[in-house]
């Protein structure tokens, strides 16, 4: 059974059909995640789904406002924000550069690889 979409209509649905198929799955996450609240800034949004400053960049890009609403995207808005979002949280594959360590974060609060000092070293 197949889940239903986030977007039914609007300026989000517009800029879904004219995905390819093979991308509508990660289109319905973003729509999903933004739309959620819609009634919120997405200046705040963004920052929960675009790492770093890319969503303010976003927002300059655009010439939108961080205060403006999710609603208040057009289609190509929405494509624009999917182009960004998806160049952004690409996951390392195989093609990932050297050097970088994939899997589980530590769980000790340090990073791969590092060890705290004993205090009783001390």
Do not use: K, Y
């Amino acid at each position: 059974m197949s889940r239903p979409t986030p977007v039914s209509d609007g300026p989000a649905a517009a800029a879904r059909a004219a995905l390819p198929e093979s991308d509508t799955a990660a289109f319905d996450r973003l729509a999903g995640a933004v739309l959620a609240s819609a009634s919120a800034p997405l200046g705040a949004l963004l920052r929960a789904q675009l790492p770093g400053t890319a969503g303010v960049r976003w927002l300059r890009q655009e010439g939108l406002p961080p205060t403006t609403r999710p609603t208040a995207l057009t289609a190509a808005q929405w494509r624009s924000l999917f182009e960004c979002w998806r160049a952004t949280s690409r996951a390392p594959g195989p093609g990932a550069p050297a050097g970088r360590r994939g899997g589980r974060p530590s769980t000790h609060g340090h990073a791969p690889g590092a060890a705290a000092i004993p205090r009783w070293g001390q």
